[in-house]
Structures are given as C-alpha cells and as structure tokens.
C-alpha cells in the first residue's frame, strides 16, 4: 500500500501517525457556507479523519436548477459557486478534494463533456490560487511548493472515461494539484483485466491517485476488485483505491489496504455512495487491526 498522498502533517490524524493505516475520507455534500464549515469542523473534530471529499455536484445541480429565466448559466459561473465556498472549509485542517460527479458516474449533476471540462478547469485555478497562498494560515495547511511539505488545501477529482480527462490532469499537475482520477460502475464490476487497464491509464495520464468503484453482484465480484487493486498497487507508480460498493463490498472497505488500497470512504451523517460505513465504526477497527 502506498500512502494517500496529500495529508496534513500539522492535523496529526490517524494516516500521518501510523503509516500502516489507509487514510479514511469522508463526504460531505454541503450546499452553503455554514454547512460545509460545520461538516468539515465535525469531521475533524473526532481525530480519525484524514480528508474531505466535498461532493460539489448537489451544489452545481442547485444553481444550475435555479435559473428559471430559461438562459442556461455558463460552465464557469457554475464553477464560481463551490470557489466562493472553498475557504469556510480550510479552517477545519483537513485537505479537501473538490469531486464533481457527473451523471454518467451515478452524481447528481447532468453536465455536457465540454461543461464538464470547463467546471474542472475553473476549479483548478480557483484552488491552485489558495495553494498558491499557502493555504490557510490557521489549519496548517500550506503550499508544498514552497516549504516542502505534502500537505495542500485541495486535491481535485477527475473522472477519467470523460474526453478531456487527460487534459484536465495535465492542468491539475501543472498548477501543483493532486489529482484523484475515478471511475465508477453502479450496475456490475469490471473484469480484472479492464479493471487493470482503468487504473493504467489513469496512472499513465499523471493521476497522483487512481480510484475505481464497482457495484457487485457476487463475492466473486469482491474478489476480482481486490486482485486488480493488488496487481495495479505492485505494477504502477500511482497510489491506487478500489471499492467494491453496496453491502457485498465492505470487505473492500475494512481490509482494503491489505490488497493495496491506500484509503477507504467512510460517513459521518449522510453517504456518498452504497455501502460506506460509519467512520467512527470503521476507524476503530482499522486502529485494532493496524496498531
């Protein structure tokens, strides 16, 4: 298992204290200032949390909804929104990755190719303009470029199978961003050999983490997920994740860092996607089986 690669040092969380133990993330879904500082600070409150995935696709799905005048609001004023959020969540200390997860990959936004890319582009800048700060100057957080740390205020999610996937990690790398590429099937799992090529092409297009989420049908299906993980941790340079969804899958979950996983999703509140477990349940079990 290779670590989740952006922490924060200064938060002392369980990942940063015992590299055996994968990095637990957590969702939030927040929709206002108030909300996601209150997650956040929730989240970091309890010691066991590592990183936020603040889903930003309910938030897009809200403004874009909104607009009634019948004028379809611009990819980058979409993006505006999550930026002028971006700093009531730094506060808290915890590294946040920015997700937006389209409705090809089972999100709450419905979103062209060319909006997608647009969005994403917005956000890099935005976030690379706080990392470029250096971060907030109460959680710690800071600008690896300058001091050397691996701590940065945000990472970015990138859905691979999206046509300008690649580009947009480009981007990321370029403005110091790691970059989470994901894919997800919510009907059935991918054989080991596509699964395998999924995390090689993310790996090959610069993601920092390469991250695949199947739904399955079988325990055989849980088993497949483990092998690809395993084979792709031992192959790439990338640090890899991959959850087998739903309640068949949460051995994914619990044991994932066995079979390379470098972090699992758990919830505080409301999940994300089937089968997350709760954190402050899952953290003491992953405490006792990793020391």
């Keep these: ?10 938060a002392g969380s369980p990942a940063v204290r015992n590299p055996e133990r994968p990095a637990v993330i957590v969702p939030t879904q927040a929709i206002d200032a108030d909300q996601l500082a209150a997650e956040c600070h929730a989240a970091a409150a309890t010691g066991i949390v590592d990183a936020i995935e603040w889903r930003i696709d309910p938030l897009l799905s809200g403004v874009s909804g909104a607009a009634q005048s019948g004028v379809q609001e611009s990819a980058h004023t979409l993006a505006e929104a999550p930026l002028r959020l971006l700093p009531s969540a730094l506060p808290a200390g915890l590294p946040i990755l920015l997700t937006v997860r389209t409705g090809f990959e089972g999100g709450q936004v419905e979103i062209t190719e060319d909006d997608y890319a647009e969005v994403v582009r917005a956000l890099i800048a935005g976030a690379a303009e706080v990392v470029a700060a250096g971060g907030d100057a109460d959680s710690g957080l800071v600008d690896r470029a300058d001091s050397g740390a691996q701590a940065v205020p945000a990472a970015v999610d990138v859905e691979i199978d999206r046509v300008q996937s690649r580009g947009l990690i480009a981007s990321a790398r370029e403005a110091g961003l790691p970059v989470v590429a994901s894919h997800h099937n919510f009907a059935a799992t991918d054989s080991v050999d596509r699964l395998l090529a999924t995390f090689t092409a993310m790996s090959e297009a610069g993601a920092d983490i390469a991250k695949v989420a199947m739904m399955p049908q079988t325990p055989a299906d849980v088993l497949r997920l483990l092998e690809a993980t395993t084979a792709a941790d031992a192959s790439l340079p990338a640090s890899v994740l991959g959850i087998s969804m ?8 619990i044991m994932g860092a066995d079979f390379g996983s470098c972090a699992t999703f758990a919830q505080i509140g409301a999940a994300s996607a089937p089968g997350q477990i709760d954190a402050v349940v899952l953290a003491g079990i992953l405490d006792r089986i990793t020391g």
């Design 1 to 10: 298992m290779k670590s989740w690669p952006f922490l924060n040092p200064a």
């Design 246 to 253: 739903g309640p068949l899958g949460r051995t994914s979950r």
